[in-house]
């Protein structure tokens, strides 16, 4: 199959499909463009301008780049599990008793399973709970009232900045830099 447009060797546009949803990106717009009017051609696409929504992660775009969140979601979690009224947390993972065959299983498990693959999703824009959410996955199975104090204390962890979320710069030089507070 030919395309109606060319490409350039120092050029680049990305296509990300995901169902019925296309993100086009690249360094090029008259390329962007020409995908655009091809794609039109085939499928009758809309364009609806600038990224700024997909997949339940906002783009925000700032001065020296973008930030990647999942405020939405975040703020629509802590009113689900009711944790937007209680006050936030410092630490992503509270503290858990080791568990002991007298410790009570929760009775409705859904509910902590929902809670942790929730936070999941969430963490694909905060990895600063990734580890928690990694440890309270161990206990889908069998979950006590204490992995849900724990599940329901990394929410109340997020409640601090719902916010926040990965900063990709607009530098031409690709390098990573990552910051940690040890505390």
């Known amino acids: 199959m030919t395309t109606p447009y060319s490409a350039s060797n120092n050029s680049i546009v990305l ?50 780049g973008m930030v990647l969140t999942q405020r939405k979601f975040a703020l629509d979690l802590l009113k689900e599990f009711k944790c937007d009224v209680l006050s936030p947390v410092t630490c992503p993972l509270g503290s858990l008793s080791k568990g002991s065959s007298t410790e009570n299983n929760i009775t409705d498990i859904t509910k902590y399973r929902k809670l942790v693959g929730k936070l999941n999703y969430l ?14 996955s161990q206990f889908l199975q069998a979950p006590t009232k204490s992995h849900m104090a724990a599940a329901l204390h990394t929410l109340r962890y997020i409640k ?24």
Request: with cysteine; net charge negative; glycine share 4%.
């Open 123 to 136: 963490s694909n824009t905060r990895p600063d709970i990734a580890f928690a959410v990694q440890y309270l």
């Open 15 to 64: 296509l990300a499909v995901y169902v019925d949803d296309i993100v086009v990106i690249g360094n090029n717009p008259a390329e962007i463009t020409a995908l655009k009017v091809f794609l039109d051609d085939r499928f009758k696409i809309m364009d609806l301008g600038e990224l700024n929504y997909f997949l339940g992660m906002e783009v925000l775009k700032v001065p020296n």
């Open 160 to 183: 601090q900045d719902p916010s926040q979320g990965p900063f990709f710069n607009d530098r031409d030089d690709y390098r990573l830099e990552a910051y940690c507070d040890s505390d």
